[in-house]
């Protein structure tokens, strides 16, 4: 399996824009998550699913994220508007049959808005 | 509440010197599970070990090596005679059943230097 892939690795955008980050996860995997990744506030999970359920967006900052997992294979996670201090590393990570399994993480997404 | 602390942000060692870094979590439940993960300069989470509540045996994985202790709430991590290539951020995580989601202490990041 090639793992969970994260697309794009880089994207640099201007304050007011939509950025969309992508993520396919692996294969079978029931659980997918998004994490952002700071130098400030480290690792934060901001949402989680599970069969394709968002079931807890409590971790996502404001209305101006969104995320969405239209199907088993695929997962996407909206800034609109961005802004400055959404400049960080978007990690997408997936699991197996339970929370309490090892999660795989992808290489992630390291945004830049300027 | 739950937490994770790392206390050593950073640490340098000399190649084959070993090195502990250290992790102490709170939680108020009985079931939970610690976890360490390694983050290389390629960004990616790597999974290295996942310990329950109930298993308080130490694990050695090759040069790795895992103390858990819960009478000081402690799951320190030690790297036996460490190379260059252990250079990494490293995390360590805790998840507990009632908490449903996993939160990442800092991390600490490790200089190995030839």
């Known amino acids: 399996d090639a793992g969970v892939i994260q697309s794009p690795r880089h994207e640099v955008t201007e304050m007011g824009q939509e950025v969309t980050l992508r993520c396919k996860p692996i294969?079978?995997?029931?659980?997918l998550f998004w994490y952002r990744q700071t130098m400030m506030r480290g690792l934060e999970l901001l949402i989680y699913?599970?069969?394709?359920?968002?079931?807890?967006d409590s971790g996502m900052p404001e209305d101006r994220f969104s995320a969405k997992m239209p199907n088993a294979s695929f997962s996407t996670l909206k800034i609109q508007p961005s802004e400055p201090r959404d400049s960080a590393v978007y990690f997408c990570?997936?699991?197996?049959?339970?929370?309490?399994?090892?999660?795989?993480f992808g290489q992630g997404t390291r945004l830049t808005v300027v | 509440a739950q937490k994770v602390t790392q206390a050593q942000t950073e640490i340098s060692v000399v190649e084959k010197e070993d090195v502990t870094l250290d992790c102490v979590y709170e939680?108020?439940?009985?079931?939970?599970?610690l976890f360490w993960y390694k983050q290389p300069p390629s960004g990616e989470l790597v999974f290295l070990i996942r310990?329950?509540?109930?298993?308080?045996q130490n694990e050695i994985s090759g040069r790795y090596s895992w103390n858990f202790q819960k009478s000081t709430s402690s799951f320190n991590f030690t790297i036996t005679a460490s190379q260059v290539v252990d250079s990494a951020v490293y995390f360590c995580?805790?998840?507990?059943?009632?908490?449903?989601?996993?939160?990442f202490g800092a991390g600490t990041r490790l200089f190995v230097k030839a």
């Open positions: 990570a997936s699991s197996a049959g339970n929370l309490n399994t090892e999660a795989f």
């Open positions: 294969s079978g995997h029931d659980y």
């Open positions: 699913f599970n069969n394709n359920v968002p079931i807890d």
């Open positions: 939680t108020r439940d009985t079931t939970y599970y």
């Open positions: 310990r329950n509540s109930f298993d308080e």
């Open positions: 995580a805790l998840y507990n059943t009632g908490g449903f989601k996993t939160i």
